[in-house]
């Protein structure tokens, strides 16, 4: 069907009257907008209902009991935080810093760098930082000063002060008032040192008017002899390590201390057990002779040996000496003839007999060293000076000055007849373990836990030589007591090793110990060597 253009233009006209009737029909409103003002009780008393409803539920979540029902994982507390309490915290170290940094602004410090590098190390703060200037160095400087004060330089260099004053003190001796058996000890000993000087010197004054090549051909004869020591002699001295051994006066006897507390004689060189000697509960630190023993005049000696202990035990014991034949020598009995009582709890290292035989030393573990006077029965000397445990003790030839070795790596020489400490010695690294005085009377060696030994002179009072003798610590030094052509000296390296007095080369190395070395002795008649071990033996050296 076709339709035309008229009739489409009819069509059109009449939807367009249609469309504009519709429009009329539709009217538009606008929207006013409200604005509600609610009363502030109202909200107030919505709000109450809301917490009355809330206790109401929590009420009914409870149970029969009164008791909160089990929440699960759900974790309750009750604990709230004042967030103005925290907030004025906050600003409180807020108004705190501000200030800090305008009293560092205010701070006056030098322009001079190096004077403010001096300042910060000092403050025990680095001198510079990377990449640091010295405006900022200065600034960091001011910062740390309002942090500490600005008299904390002041303050750190009191301290340091301070500080040396009290290493100066402890290095300082001090002497206490001392008993009147004291006054008598001081006076014999002044009388006795006296003339064993004097004839010490002409003894040396002899030596030196023989020709040089007659004393060279000594020394060269005795390293000669030497350098062929071998092992003479081995022997099992106890179930426990054996800490010290000692020669009698006349070289005929040893005398050994163990760990086990037991003190054991033995006949040289056969090595037998003649005696032994219970009374010890506790390692034996050493057992020495007393200078008499086994002499003609021994029945004067007030005792034979002297034995000291970890737990503080001093003992005499005394044997008969009517006979010095070492067959035929009885000993009274087990039991000490004597305590020497007064070191207890503190352990006793060493101990050591005067020349005369009427004084006894005793290295404490106090940080002191006592003097007994045997014939008064009393202790006439307690000396402080060291700052740590004194370890070793060794009296001079005279009898008029005694050496004491700590663990402090320091040693001292004291005058008896003065009580002054008339030499000190620096130098060790570490403790200081042997001590011994050359029979000459004015050299001393002393063996240490660096591994080395030093020999110092005491009319110089200056270390002459240092040993580099050991790869462990050293455990004892002993001078050839005749005359002093050599020292040896024991280690941890079980090994001994005997060096030539004058020029301090070695002679010959002592090798095999199983343990390590804690003794050596070198008999009076220099015939024998003797070393204690570790390892539970005692060995006898001699020549080939």
């Known amino acids: 069907m076709k339709i035309s253009y008229a009739t489409i233009a009819r069509r059109l006209r009449l939807w367009k009257e249609r469309a504009m009737s519709d429009d009329e029909d539709i009217t538009y409103v606008k929207k006013v907008k409200t604005i509600h003002y609610g009363s502030l009780e109202e909200q107030e008393r919505s709000r109450q209902a809301a917490e009355k409803a809330r206790e109401e539920s929590d009420d009914e979540d409870s149970d029969e009991d009164g008791q909160p029902m089990d929440t699960g994982n759900i974790n309750t507390h009750d604990e709230y935080f004042d967030l103005e309490e925290e907030m004025a915290k906050d600003k409180q170290a807020l108004l705190e810093e501000f200030e800090r940094r305008k009293k560092a602004r205010q701070i006056n410090v030098s322009t001079d760098d190096s004077k403010v590098k001096q300042n910060l190390r000092q403050l025990g703060e680095p001198i510079c930082l990377f990449g640091e200037g010295p405006a900022e160095r200065r600034s960091r400087l001011r910062d740390w000063l ?219 573990f106090d940080n002191s060293w006592r003097l007994w006077d045997l014939e008064q029965c009393s202790e006439v000397l307690h000396q402080e000076g060291h700052t740590k445990p004194v370890y070793c003790i060794s009296f001079q030839r005279d009898g008029s000055v005694v050496a004491t070795g700590g663990l402090d790596a320091f040693g001292r020489v004291w005058d008896l007849r003065t009580g002054r400490c008339i030499m000190f010695m620096e130098g060790h690294l570490k403790s200081i373990y042997g001590i011994d005085f050359s029979p000459d009377g004015y050299h001393i060696a002393t063996g240490s836990e660096d591994n080395t030994c030093r020999v110092w002179d005491l009319r110089k009072r200056q270390s002459v030589y240092t040993i580099p003798a050991h790869t ?47 003794c050596v002795d070198v008999s009076p008649d220099t015939q024998y060597i003797a070393t204690s071990s570790y390892d539970r033996t005692f060995k006898l050296w001699a020549p080939e």
């Open 146 to 364: 309002s942090r500490l004060g600005e008299d904390a330089i002041k303050k750190k260099q009191e301290e340091e002060e301070e500080r040396i004053q009290q290493e100066k003190d402890q290095e300082s001796t001090w002497y206490h008032e001392g008993p009147e058996s004291l006054i008598i000890s001081r006076l014999w000993i002044a009388q006795y040192s006296l003339a064993r000087a004097r004839e010490r010197l002409e003894a040396a004054r002899e030596d030196l008017k023989l020709p040089e090549a007659t004393r060279t051909a000594r020394r060269q004869e005795v390293h000669k002899r030497l350098q062929a020591v071998s092992i003479y002699a081995s022997q099992i001295g106890d179930t426990r390590p054996i800490s010290y051994c000692q020669f009698s006066p006349n070289s005929q006897m040893l005398a050994t201390g163990s760990w086990s507390g037991m003190c054991k004689i033995w006949s040289v060189p056969d090595c037998k057990q003649i005696h032994l000697l219970r009374g010890h509960q506790c390692n034996v630190g050493s057992v020495i002779f007393h200078p008499q023993a086994t002499q003609d005049n021994a029945h004067e000696a007030v005792c034979a040996l002297a034995s000291c202990g970890t737990d503080g035990s001093v003992k005499l014991w005394t044997l008969e000496s009517k006979n010095i034949n070492v067959t035929s020598i009885d000993f009274y009995s087990e039991e000490p003839l004597a305590d020497v009582e007064g070191h207890a709890p503190h352990r006793v290292s060493r101990i050591g007999f005067h020349p005369s035989g009427r004084f006894l030393g005793t290295c404490c």
């Open 472 to 518: 462990n610590l050293i455990s004892d030094v002993k001078y050839q007591r005749e005359s002093g052509n050599f020292l040896v000296t024991a280690s941890y390296d079980n090994t001994a090793k005997v060096w030539a007095n004058k020029t301090f080369q070695p002679v010959k190395t002592l090798s095999g110990h199983d343990g390590k070395v804690m």
